[in-house]
């Protein structure tokens, strides 16, 4: 489905104690704007609707729904330093604006 790295994982973990939402799946959605570009939503929500994707991925599980799930066959999810701010970023192939990282 999609690839959370570690440090993603890590976060999602340390923003669950933070905001007490221990124990609850990250829901993560995409949705096509008009112009073609990707906009991405997360948040923690413990409402699994039919046609939910469920990932479990080292002690976080994700919600995906059956929209998004097409939308994010394939993508990353990172949390990376952005000139000196953390951030987390979707790195998405099925998005035509995406660009894959430069080495």
């Known amino acids: 489905m999609m690839t959370i790295t570690p440090e993603a994982i890590t976060q999602i973990q340390i923003s669950a104690q933070q905001s007490q939402a ?3 799946p990250l829901r993560i959605a995409a949705e096509r704007k008009a112009d073609g570009h990707f906009h991405y939503q997360m948040g923690f929500d ?21 929209d998004s799930a097409p939308l994010l066959q394939g993508a990353w999810l990172d949390f990376v330093d952005i000139e000196g ?19």
């Open 22 to 24: 221990q124990g609850l």
């Open 85 to 103: 701010q953390m951030e987390f970023v979707f790195m998405n192939p099925n998005d035509p604006h995406y660009r894959p990282p430069q080495a």
């Open 46 to 66: 413990d409402a699994q609707q039919v046609g939910d994707v469920l990932l479990e991925l080292d002690e976080v599980s994700v919600i995906i729904d059956a």
